[in-house]
């Protein structure tokens, strides 16, 4: 199979599709692959890097998938919001003896949710996490104790913590659909001047009224006095952390794609299947379907037509 690897135009967004230890095991599997020229070059992956693919994963340590990159990125951006100079209120994360520690408010405690959530911990901030699973609740207790606060989503819990936050994050995702709306324009106009909300749910709508995309370029704006943190492509500020994280989830499915085609990849691997959303024209993802109001069409169906 022939494979490209386009250089990424988006506003400073320097991430690459496929890194030089990946180009070799799908040359090493018989396939061709083209790279744009400098496609890798911001982040120290170089044309001659990918003429040569002779140092593997080139000592590259594994690291954590996305979600768990902007998680972690989460909490860095809204520390540095908080800052006075940024129209932050002026506090510190973590508190300084007299003083109370920064309020960390987390909307979700998935993958996002809770990296964000150790981050801020690690900062010594006073943590809630607010997610509508009880389950989830119950094994986040299980893992970070007492240091951890965590409360089932209600409108009244929501707008309690929320009101009262520092820094509020909002990490809920329903895979393939738009995000909730779990805080209104209203709710944001309650919220302190120079309070900080950084939305990782942006690329699906994001979870805050107020909400509305930026970039690496002008990352930050203020509305109803909050300041607003919702770059899009987050992760992309530490691209070649997030490149290689995304390759390693990534490769198994390039090669299977590769190797055998993409149909019969996608009708012998149900995990890769259940991330079709559009196929020959219809949809196949039921929260896709259901956001656009449109017909869904089984994948397995859509796949073997």
């Not at 991430?15 to 030089?20: D, F, M």
């Not at 500020?237 to 794609?257: D, E, G, M, Y």
């Not at 020959?280 to 869904?296: E, F, M, N, Q, Y």
Request: charged fraction near 20%; proline fraction near 6%.
């Amino acid at each position: 199979m022939l494979i490209g690897v386009p250089r990424e135009v988006k506003t400073h967004e320097y991430r690459v599709g496929l890194i030089p230890g990946n180009v070799r095991e799908l040359t090493h599997h018989g396939h061709k692959v083209v790279v744009e020229a400098g496609a890798g070059d911001e982040i120290g992956f170089d044309d001659a890097a990918y003429e040569t693919v002779t140092d593997g994963w080139g000592g590259l340590p594994l690291l954590a998938p996305m979600s768990e990159v902007a998680g972690r990125m989460a909490v860095q951006v809204g520390a540095h919001c908080l800052e006075k100079e940024q129209g932050g209120i002026g506090v510190l994360l973590g508190g300084v003896p007299g003083v109370p520690a920064a309020k960390v408010v987390i909307l979700g405690g998935g993958v996002a949710g809770t990296n964000a959530a150790r981050m801020a911990m690690g900062m010594e901030a006073y943590v809630t996490v607010i997610d509508k699973s009880l389950p989830r609740l119950y094994e986040l207790d299980l893992q970070f104790g007492a240091q951890l606060h965590t409360l089932f989503s209600t409108m009244e819990n929501i707008e309690r913590e929320v009101v009262a936050a520092d820094l509020v994050i909002g990490a809920v995702l329903i895979p393939g659909a738009t995000a909730p709306k779990l805080v209104s324009r209203e709710l944001v106009r309650e919220m302190r001047p120079g309070t900080v909300v950084v939305d990782i749910s942006i690329d699906q709508g994001g979870c805050f009224e107020t909400s509305r995309p930026t970039t690496h370029a002008a990352p930050t704006y203020i509305a109803e006095g909050v300041v607003h943190y919702c770059v899009t492509n987050m992760p992309g500020a530490v691209a070649r952390t997030s490149t290689v994280a995304l390759n390693n989830a990534t490769l198994p499915f390039v090669l299977a794609i590769a190797d055998n085609g993409w149909q019969r990849a996608l009708i012998e691997d149900p995990h890769l299947r259940a991330g079709l959303n559009v196929c020959r024209g219809r949809i196949t993802h039921s929260a896709v379907a259901r956001d656009l109001k449109l017909p869904l069409t089984a994948p397995d169906r859509a796949v073997r037509d």
